[in-house]
């Protein structure tokens, strides 16, 4: 079955970095397009960013763009979440999820908690 | 900047019908859109019922269908029951690798 596990969440300071794992199992890796969408405290869920399924590209929400870098590594089955230049309104939990037909979100990790304060 | 727009509330009766929408402020949602439906309890992360406008995620019950209504997706739940109590949001796929989620619908079933 489909497993996502993600990690590396805590507490940092602003403008520091933060780097996220999603671990990926029960699936062809390279075969599906990845997420990132994350939920601030009582708030809803944003979209943050896409790997295609080959890689070959990445788009970012603009609240992100710049700051942050999605990326994957094929040989663990891990999709990364480089965080740069952290403000206080990147507070949130951040899921990583995977695509089910192309242009969706089907699968979802239960998610780590980033929370950026000084 | 376009927004998603979803109703900020709902109730329904225990067994009843109900019809959340997902729309655009400016335009009408198609099935290009890829409209996704999520339910979410607090403390837990997001579940999938429907993705591609009306394909149920594995082993979402039938009583949820999407579909596309009136220029706007929609999720409708038939025979609604006290857990379906939950929020609910949908997504878009806005074209350019971009996707935007709407500010979500709570559901209470009362």
């Known amino acids: 079955q489909v497993q996502l596990v993600e990690s590396g969440g805590g507490v940092v300071q602003p403008g520091r970095s933060l780097t996220l794992s999603c671990a990926a199992s029960?699936?062809?890796?390279?075969?599906?397009?990845m997420h990132w969408v994350r939920q601030a405290p009582g708030k809803g869920l944003e979209w943050v960013a896409v790997?295609?399924?080959?890689?070959?590209?990445?788009c970012y929400a603009d609240s992100v763009k710049g700051r942050f870098t999605i990326s994957r590594d094929i040989s663990k089955n891990t999709l990364y979440l480089q965080m740069n230049s952290l403000r206080a309104e990147d507070t949130a939990v951040y899921y990583c999820?995977?695509?089910?037909?192309?242009?969706?979100?089907?699968?979802w990790g239960q998610g780590t908690l980033v929370t950026v304060s000084s | 900047q376009t927004v998603v727009t979803q109703e900020p509330s709902f109730s329904v009766s225990p067994g009843g019908t109900v019809t959340l929408t997902c729309g655009l402020s400016?335009?009408?949602?198609?099935?290009?859109?890829?409209p996704s439906w999520y339910q979410q309890t607090p403390g837990q992360a997001p579940r999938t019922l429907i993705y591609?406008?009306?394909t149920r995620s594995s082993g979402v019950p039938d009583r949820f269908s999407g579909s596309i209504l009136e220029n706007k997706a929609a999720l409708t739940i038939t025979g609604a029951q006290a857990d379906d109590e939950s929020d609910y949001y949908c997504?878009?796929?806005?074209?350019?690798?971009?996707?935007?989620f709407g500010g979500g619908t709570k559901l209470t079933v009362l």
């Open positions: 790997i295609w399924y080959d890689g070959s590209k990445k």
């Open positions: 029960g699936f062809t890796f390279t075969s599906f397009g």
């Open positions: 999820a995977r695509a089910e037909s192309g242009n969706d979100l089907n699968y």
């Open positions: 591609s406008t009306n």
């Open positions: 997504v878009l796929y806005m074209g350019s690798g971009i996707w935007v």
């Open positions: 400016s335009g009408s949602v198609s099935t290009s859109y890829y």
